[in-house]
């Protein structure tokens, strides 16, 4: 299963040692590292900021994906666009024109993501998906790491997968919370191919085998 995209998200490191986290991931072979952006408006949690991201951009390599669950994407866009991020994933249900936003990532050169929380129907993002290098149907209630996969999502997955098969495009369809080696093997037989692993990833002691257990399950 080489075509799977580990992704350790950064919300479940150690924040007293983000560089060395940041690190421990890539030599634990994560393909891309999730920034999870929280602006206590759109979700009840505060994170990080692109001045972070900036940070973690000047001291490594790796694909920088970043995940915007902020209420006005469009206002704070050119700051993201700025840091170093490599994909950027902007919430169907903020408050923001979606096409707009999605056009101007990518003319910036960087990559489109969408994402969508469990109450929204996939008929949202619909209109969306010739646009987009992403997909992210949320398995989780947006704010928190550590909680439960929604395997009911798993619908949203294969929906999305159809829809792309049907009319030919390319989007990566991500799922993001509650991944572990069991449920990242159904997210894979759903059809989605970037696994992003927040607390099943850093929480472990032994994130080589963590992330190995989730690219082969
Ligand atoms: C949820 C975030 C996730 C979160 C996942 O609001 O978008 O990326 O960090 O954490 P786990 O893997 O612990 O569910
Ligand atoms: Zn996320």
Known sequence: HTDRILAPSLL????????EEVTRAINSGADWLHLD?????????????????????????????V???ISRPDHYLPRFLACGANMITVHV????????????IRKAGVLAGLALNPATPFEEVV??????DLLLPMTVIPGFGGQAFMEDMM???????AYREAHGLEFHIEVDGGVNPTTAAIAAKA????????????????????ITAMREA
């Open 12 to 19: 479940a490191a150690d924040w007293g040692r983000v560089t």
């Open 155 to 161: 619908r949203k997955v294969e929906a999305a997968a």
């Open 67 to 69: 995940h915007l669950m």
């Open 127 to 132: 209109p969306h998906l010739a646009h987009i």
């Open 93 to 104: 249900e903020a408050d923001h024109n979606v096409a707009h936003t999605l056009a101007e």
């Open 191 to 210: 059809g989605a191919n970037v696994l992003v692993a927040g607390s099943s990833a850093f929480g472990a002691t032994d994130m080589k085998a963590a």
């Open 37 to 65: 952006v929280m602006d206590g408006h759109f979700v009840d949690n505060i994170s990080f900021g692109p001045q972070m991201i900036q940070a973690i951009h000047e001291s490594t390599d790796i694909f920088l994906d």
